[in-house]
Every structure is written in structure tokens, then in C-alpha cells.
């Protein structure tokens, strides 16, 4: 199993936030092939961003 990480305050300073911000850190840890820990960076937000930008698109795209 993988764990994320995400730190009061630093990271953020409400519960939302952090537990999402852990969540973005739990998935890097995934993708580093399981059984990880992930400490929250702000760029993880910027990758997620991204990530779900491209997907919309891509299923927006096969709909057509």
C-alpha cells in the first residue's frame, strides 16, 4: 500500500486542502510502483491540473 503526505501548515491550513494535497501525494507514491511514500509538493497540483485537462479532452475528442 502507498501513503501520502501532506503537512499542517506548510501544506495548507484546512483540512480540505490537505487531505486533498495528501491524496495528489498518495497517487505520485503510486505511480512509483506501490508500496511508497509521497510527500505533498505544489507542483503535484500543477501535474494533476494537467492530467485531467488532457483527459477531458481526450474523452470530449472520442465522443465527436
Known amino acids: 500500500s ?3 503526505i501532506s503537512v499542517y501548515p506548510d501544506d495548507s491550513h484546512n ?3 490537505l487531505m486533498s494535497n495528501a491524496d495528489a501525494a ?7 510502483g ?3 511514500r509521497s510527500f505533498f ?3 503535484m497540483n500543477d501535474r494533476a491540473v494537467r492530467h485531467l485537462f ?3 479532452n481526450r474523452a470530449s475528442g472520442a465522443a465527436a
Open 41 to 43: 509538493r505544489a507542483d
Open 34 to 36: 506501490g508500496n511508497n
Open 15 to 17: 483540512i480540505e486542502s
Open 54 to 56: 488532457f483527459e477531458r
Open 26 to 32: 498518495m497517487y505520485q507514491a503510486k505511480l512509483g
Open 2 to 4: 502507498s501513503i501520502g
